[in-house]
């Protein structure tokens, strides 16, 4: 609308978003899906842990280590992420390792030893990394069709499937329904609800919308820009430049530190409960609920913050956040605030993995889906190595000053933080030639 004619002070032109194509829409709902899925069927596990420690007779030193070694096989297995998508595409690769990955956490439901959890650990940890890395470049797809950001808010469906199935595991805890028909429930309902939602995610090749969008030329503050190659001569890696090698480093350093203070309440928040306080299974398993809750806020929330701050500032808030919010668990530990420190914490990291995922795919210099799988891969480095670190230094310690790694894990968000975004100018506007107005445009 143009208002010149009647104001003296003309407002600022509204700036609407086209509707995207329908076949779009779909696909968002159907990545959503496999998102919500994929934070479901393992979270639902992370509340039965402590009968799975008491029922084979682990220390935590030895169940550090089997949840340590699990992410191993993510690490191996994302490896190949970016030819098995090469050869069945995003959308089957997501599709099929989701399933593997529901089928193996049957596995460690019924775990008898500690070798057994370790390998069923190992088996799920590699079909997650797949499916992780494939559900991310299909969004990246479908955000090239929205053409603004969405990617925050698939990640907000991860965390509100961790939540649900968080809410799932500490409920069946609380009843005592057996682990073995917990982990069959799951794959049957995760595995029939992930393979229903490939027939409406995209058709093609998972190039086509980089091929579009540079056919189509720049366009503005649009999500899906691909940017040309600043090097495009001297020596490569892996098809990468050394300038993008660096920067997907970079990305890989925020992500370790932001997978590991994820992992803490993941794998320590239940233990932490029992073992500080006397509280039900049920209330165990709220400090794992508490962080994926307040992250599941902070993603869907996130684009709007994003597109306010930037990533850059948007990730330094959110780690201080974290770390005063941990500073305070610890410091006075009661049931209310290591609640509220979880809840910081995944607060702080929320937008953190969708910024990383993005930024990587989008980076000059690199190969498509090799960025989103180098900076997936060394995420996975934070899932291995801290485990067994706060492990051993809660036996040595208690796991209560052992959970101080989780303030360092924020200063070292904050050091790599400069590779981030800084907030950019929102772009006018197209014209259009025949009314001088402006036209729908995404923001």
């Known amino acids: 609308m143009n208002d010149h004619a009647t104001s003296p002070v003309s407002p600022r032109p509204t700036r609407r978003r086209p509707a995207p194509p329908a076949d779009a829409r779909r696909a968002r709902w159907a990545v959503s899906l496999i998102f919500l899925l994929n934070g479901a069927s393992f979270s639902a596990i992370l509340p039965r842990y402590p009968e799975l420690v008491e029922r084979i007779g682990l220390t935590n030193t030895a169940f550090g280590l089997a949840v340590g070694i699990g992410p191993v096989g993510g690490l191996l297995a994302g490896l190949f992420a970016a030819t098995l998508m090469r050869r069945l595409g995003s959308a089957r690769t997501a599709v099929l390792f989701q399933t593997i990955a529901s089928t193996s956490h049957l596995l460690v439901y019924t775990s008898a030893s500690w070798t057994w959890l370790a390998a069923a650990l190992l088996l799920a940890a590699g079909a997650d990394a797949i499916t992780d890395i494939a559900m991310n470049a299909h969004g990246m797809r479908v955000e090239r069709r929205y053409r603004r950001s969405i990617m925050n808010s698939y990640h907000g469906w991860w965390s509100l499937g961790a939540v649900a199935g968080g809410l799932l595991g500490a409920a069946a805890a609380q009843l005592g329904v057996p682990l073995w028909a917990q982990g069959l429930a799951g794959l049957l309902l995760f595995g029939t609800l992930a393979v229903g939602s490939l027939r409406f995610m995209l058709t093609g090749h998972d190039t086509l919308e980089r091929e579009e969008l540079l056919a189509a030329g720049p366009s503005p503050a649009s999500a899906g820009e691909v940017p040309a190659d600043p090097a495009p001569g001297g020596l490569r ?4 430049s ?11 350093g925020i992500l370790t530190f932001a997978g590991a203070t994820e992992d803490a309440g993941n794998t320590w928040g239940a233990l932490f409960m029992k073992d500080t306080f006397t509280v039900t299974p049920f209330m165990a398993g709220m400090a794992f609920v508490a962080l994926q809750g307040a992250q599941t806020g902070g993603r869907f929330l996130g684009d709007v913050i994003v597109d306010r701050f930037g990533d850059r500032a948007t990730a330094r808030a959110g780690a201080l956040l974290s770390a005063a919010g941990m500073t305070l668990a610890l410091s006075v530990p009661t049931p209310a605030t ?4 979880f ?3 995944g607060w702080g990291v929320a937008t953190l993995f969708p910024a990383g995922f993005r930024v990587a795919d989008e980076l000059p210099g690199v190969p498509p889906g090799v ?3 180098v900076v997936g891969w060394l995420a996975r480095v934070g899932f291995v190595a801290t485990p067994p670190l706060v492990g051993a230094l809660a036996d040595a310690v208690t796991l209560r000053y052992a959970l101080w790694v989780m303030p360092v894990y924020a200063l070292g968000i904050i050091a790599f933080s400069g590779v981030l975004s800084p907030r950019l100018p929102a772009a006018d506007p197209p014209q259009d030639p025949a009314a001088g107005s402006p036209s729908a445009s995404e923001t």
């Open 371 to 373: 960025g989103i799988t």
């Open 242 to 252: 050394l300038r993008a090698l660096g920067l997907i480093l970079a990305l890989g």
């Open 338 to 341: 290591v609640l509220l420190g």
């Open 237 to 240: 890696i892996a098809g990468m």
């Open 343 to 345: 809840a910081c914490a």
